[in-house]
């Protein structure tokens, strides 16, 4: 904030002092006699002593710029009026949320639901799922251990529900890439890319399966098996709509659809651990994987 200038007192020049001498008066015909001239210049004399006390005005005056100078202090602690007005946004932020409709029991419990599901995955990053425990979650996730069981049974009720998630979305991109694919090099390539982008955006989940497909529970590998082999029986059903494979049996079909999705769980184990920039090799890599095992099953003779 920029100050005024202000004009500063008065100096020794603005002050002055007009002397007769008794010698001048004396000459003029106005002084008084010797005698008393010489009292005159006596008690003249003292003047200077006076004069000298009333100089010391421009030092007291001089004190006023200092004074003056705590102006700009003053004036700098009304400057921290804009912090104290900075603070009223956050409170109309905070009068808005008010305003907005509260959440539901049920979205509550939703999002809590969400929160310990995102925190086991992030304690999933580098550790079994059978090495987490319930309460390191429920800490997390930022509730009490007694406040998990209002959302799962049990940890491994939790488990199996990151198998589901792992596996519903990648079954919904798959199935909306061959629905656009017109012949199976298409079906291929469209399912490789859809593969290296879905891997990419759901690393978690994929080292999650990736590490308990062979891991210690029983019912989280018996899950993902599952949902591998239901995997497999969907594409399997596709494959038999394109006219260059129509002469293979359903048991044939099932054969080539597994391998296919043999070939999908090895890609995407190799993504998770793939340096940066080696996405492309990989996905050409599993395409020509897939060609391959098509390319087999016209020469295929189950005699």
Known sequence: MTGSKRDGPAGPGALRLVE???ADDVAAGRGPAPAAA???AAATATTPAATATTATTPAATATTPAATATTPAATATTATTPAATATTPAATTSDRSDDDAPLTRQERKLR???ALLDAALDQLESRSFGA???REVS???GITPTAFYRHFESMEELGLVLVDESFASLREMMRAGRAE???PGD???ASAATLVRHVGTHQSHYRFIARERSGGIASLRAAIAREIQSFSNELADDLRRYPVLEDLDQPSLELVAGLIVTVMVATAERLLDAPPGAEDAIRHNTVNQMRLIVLGSLRWNRD
Do not use: F, G, M, V
């Open 112 to 114: 809590t639901r969400n």
């Open 181 to 183: 694919a017109q012949a």
């Open 187 to 189: 079906d291929i390539r």
């Open 20 to 22: 007769s001498t008794p």
């Open 139 to 141: 800490r997390a996730a």
């Open 132 to 134: 987490i425990s319930l």
């Open 38 to 40: 010489a009292t005159t």
